[in-house]
């Protein structure tokens, strides 16, 4: 079954009664936010983990020549799992990019 492109769940975004600079104003509102925040978590981890189950087999697939074949797959797996997961909310942002290497000049 696809989704039609115009078709939209009722859930498909943040609530547009949401205000973030009083959260606390609507509390229906706030519910709804806190859902759609987990619902998107969700929804980040699961990706990662069928990325991750497509790298497993793509290496038992490719063999020796994993790194040459699998790299497009491992590139998106290790996009996807940067800053998902609970309790990196607070963890400053530099730790969940890209290792950055300082050059000495």
Not at 30 to 51: F, P, Q, S
């Amino acid at each position: 079954m696809v989704r039609r492109k115009s078709y939209t769940l009722p859930h498909d975004g943040p609530p547009e009664d949401f205000d973030p600079e009083n959260p606390y104003k609507d509390p229906v509102a706030a519910l709804e936010m806190r859902e759609y925040l987990v619902r998107e978590k969700w929804i980040g981890i699961e990706k990662a983990k069928i990325l991750r189950e497509r790298v497993k087999m793509c290496y038992r697939i490719e063999g020796v020549n994993h790194l040459q074949k699998c790299r497009h797959l491992v590139q998106r797996y290790l996009d996807a799992t940067r800053g998902v997961g609970w309790g990196k909310d607070t963890r400053p942002p530099a730790l969940h990019g890209p290792k950055v290497e300082e050059t000495a000049g």
